[in-house]
């Protein structure tokens, strides 16, 4: 499985962005997907995950109510809408697979897009 995040960018406090990540594979909807996030300095942490089906979700509690993630299998592609963004959200933002559900960190990831939030 690759996996290839984009939609980073720099944005004002209290902006938005969209990240997507898009997945090769035939077996996209069996897999639980995240994002997670690493600013300068500090160590990787979990964003948010969805189920295969998307019919559960999990947030970080710093970004409840800000951001949404969703997925569409038909696109093999997971999403992370990201609202009243905080400079203190500013990272780089890995997507990643756990296609077993039981932990990401023996899944796939993808590359980072960077993510920058002005003051």
């Known amino acids: 499985v690759q996996l290839q995040a984009s939609g980073g960018g720099l944005v004002q406090a209290g902006g938005s962005l969209r990240l997507s990540c898009a997945a090769s594979?035939?077996?996209?909807?069996?897999?639980?997907m995240g994002w997670f996030r690493q600013a300068p300095g500090k160590e990787r942490e979990f964003v948010s995950a969805?189920?295969?089906?998307?019919?559960?979700?999990w947030y970080k509690d710093s970004v409840k109510g800000r951001f949404t993630i969703s997925r569409d299998n038909a696109k093999n592609t997971v999403y992370l809408q990201m609202n009243s963004l905080r400079p203190e959200d500013t990272a780089v933002y890995y997507c990643?697979?756990?296609?077993?559900?039981?932990?990401?960190?023996?899944?796939?990831w993808g590359q980072g897009t960077q993510v920058t939030v002005s003051s």
């Open positions: 969805i189920t295969g089906s998307g019919g559960n979700t």
């Open positions: 990643a697979a756990d296609p077993n559900g039981l932990n990401f960190d023996d899944g796939y």
């Open positions: 594979g035939r077996t996209f909807s069996r897999y639980r």
